[in-house]
């Protein structure tokens, strides 16, 4: 794409605006510094620096107002979708600058992410007027990102908080780590063999290796390796069987032990207790409903479904048989049976004896989706987000729901699992979806499994909790995966929970990041040590480049387990990997993968984008025509979307186009021939764009290791 230069003015003022209760100066670029960038300044306030080198900078222009003390934080929001190796700042003043602070975590951002960069320890008496910052972008080319709200501001009382806590909190957290990989790693003699949920019980079976044992319960708030006293035990020894009531009260709440695991533990000398055995999830819940396993008709599906945005014949004009829908549990839920913020009316639900209030222009929009869905026997599955309290209507329940660790450069929340109230209204909000979207009648549409969270491996981005190592994060990810299908199993028996995960498989650029080949092998682990659960995959194998369709091009997907990445060009490896004895349910089911979040690029509407982004989705669709281990395939973005960073990924244009508004791709034709038998001569013009002669050439067919 040709890049123009604009001068850039006042593209702070939103900043400014939203940070007017800090200290705070907007930091002006120098455009006419930029050393081997190109630079575009569009309408939204939004500048373009594509790299064409590899030293590229730019300086700011010169201080205009003297820094508050105070301000230490450099701040900006910021779009990369293949991230920056590191980023430096160097201050000057005068002729001379300061020697450059590294910062190594300007990552992949696959969405608009908020990045500070403290240099309290660097900045000294910078800050006079006529001072200037220069800002190197790593040494990578070619490489498009996207900023806005650049300022130069205090810190927050959280990020103040964390500088305090900083050092403790790193090392609680390694310590929980190593503790975590020792358990996991343990070869018991006592075992916690069954736990099934029947009716107002729980029974328990297992095998106490001597007569001074307990078995315990771990509630989602407890660490298995970290309590030295068990609030809920009893004493068992041999085989046993023990039979316990279903719920009981805690910190003025009515609990479900449907969500609590079960270990066996000891009294040391100490007097304190130690697990002796795994801990053990239930096996059995009984399901209010008996509908029979909905699976979806074909492969194709769309990602981020909404009835609102139109174009509803869709639908059937390409055979849609699977949809993912969006569900922003904190923005649904509200504190009090009437949201005062815009004084609308609540739908109530109860849980556990307690009312829970919900947002009833939200469910009525959820509604109206789900029962689109429901009428033309689609397949959905509900991406459930939890957003941060500083973005949440109601910031009660914002604070409720968000995680007490998580950094404000997130765009969404890991649930707050570390209270009984958090625990509590995040079990109820899932327990309103899972009743109110499994009636028998589908009085409301169905929602018939939850993806849980987004892209997890980016957890940094879409599921923040803070920075805590692989193990430590996944342990919290693990316990909602495992709240949220206890709750669903407990209205639809098919019911399954996705595990979300980006293309970034064995290598991630961001040091914030965990790869997902690590996070699936953590997953395997807690099933064969916590017991096996029918948990899904739901992957997003997007090409090396958001921005390039060519996928076939893609040179970090390879055909072995150990690939950086696994994109289009690599589904193989997926395929292979999933259906390895030790990936299967139980050792002998396959389980259920959709790639929920995937699609090519148009750069732009030109004749030649447009044919290598349908050309992607062939070669795509070719594979998954061999590849039996994957079973669905859902289309994001439907239509393109202005606040993706550049990217138009839809299979209709932006709803906004001047020339076409919401007009057909060549690949929503594609699309639409896919599985017809109209395919082979739709998709025939599109060898020559590849390279092909054949499309059996597109698929890999050596053994994969």
Known sequence: MTLK?????????????????????????????????????????????????????????????????????????????????????????????????????????????????????????????????????????????????????????????????????ARVNLRLDSQIKEYLEAEFTSVVEHVAVEGESIVVTGKASNEEMYLCELLPNDHVTMLHEFENKWPVSGSFTQTIPRFFQRDGFKIDRLLSRWCLSTRQPTGQMRAVSHARFPDVIHSENSFPNALPQSKKGLGGFAAHRGHLDDLDKLEISSATVNIWISGMMV????????????????????????????????????????KKNIIVAGILLVGKASKTRDREIGKILQ???????????????????????YAAALDFLASRYNRPDAAFGRIHHFIMHNEVDAGWVWTNAGEKPARVFFDLYHKSMRIGHAILKSHYPHGKVFISLTH????????????????????????????????????????????????????????????????????EVLDAWMKRPESLFQGKERRTVWLSENGTNSPDYSEQSLREQAAGFAYTWKKLDHLDGIDAFQWHNWMDNRHEGGLRIGLRKFHDDNDDPAGRKPVWYLYQSAGTPQEDAAFEPYLDVIGIDRWDQAVYRDPIQ
């Not at 404000?408 to 509590?424: D, V, W």
């Not at 498989?505 to 099933?527: C, G, N």
């Not at 997007?542 to 387990?561: G, I, M, R, V």
Request: with cysteine; charged share 25%; hydrophobic share 35%.
């Open 5 to 169: 230069l604009f001068v850039l003015t006042a593209f702070t003022v939103l900043a400014i605006a939203r940070l007017s209760a800090q200290s705070s100066i907007p930091l002006e670029f120098n455009l006419e510094s930029a050393h081997q960038l190109t630079v575009e300044l569009n309408t939204q306030g939004e500048i373009l620096f594509t790299t064409s080198g590899e030293d590229p900078f730019l300086h700011t222009k010169p201080l205009k107002v003297k820094r508050p003390v105070d301000a230490v934080v450099l701040s900006m929001d910021y779009f990369c979708p293949s991230g920056v190796d590191f980023l430096e700042v160097r201050l000057g003043s005068g002729p001379s600058y300061s020697p450059p602070r590294n910062f190594p975590n300007m990552g992949v951002a696959e969405g608009w992410v908020s990045l500070s960069f403290d240099l309290d320890d660097a900045i000294g008496s910078w800050g006079a007027i006529g001072d200037v910052m220069r800002i190197d972008f790593g040494v990578n080319k070619k490489t498009p990102i996207r900023v806005r709200n650049v300022v130069l501001r205090s810190r927050s009382d959280r990020e103040i908080e964390l500088v305090k806590n900083k050092k403790e909190i």
């Open 403 to 425: 995680h007490p660790d998580c950094d404000p450069a997130g765009i969404y929340s890991m649930p707050n699992l570390t209270s009984t109230e958090g625990i509590q209204h």
């Open 504 to 571: 970034h498989w064995a290598k991630t650029v961001d040091p914030k990041f965990y790869t997902s080949k690590e996070l699936l092998e953590y997953l395997i682990q807690y099933s064969q040590c916590e017991g096996d659960f029918d948990w899904a995959l739901a992957y997003h194998p997007y090409p090396e480049s958001l921005f390039e369709p060519k996928t076939w091009l893609d040179h970090s997907a390879k055909f072995e387990f150990d690939t950086p990445k696994i994109t289009f060009r690599n589904l």
């Open 335 to 374: 504190s009090k049976s009437s949201d005062g913020s815009r004084n609308q009316a609540t739908v109530i639900h109860r849980y556990n004896g307690r009312e829970y209030f919900f947002n009833e222009r939200e469910v009525h929009q959820m509604d109206e989706t789900l029962r689109v869905c429901a």
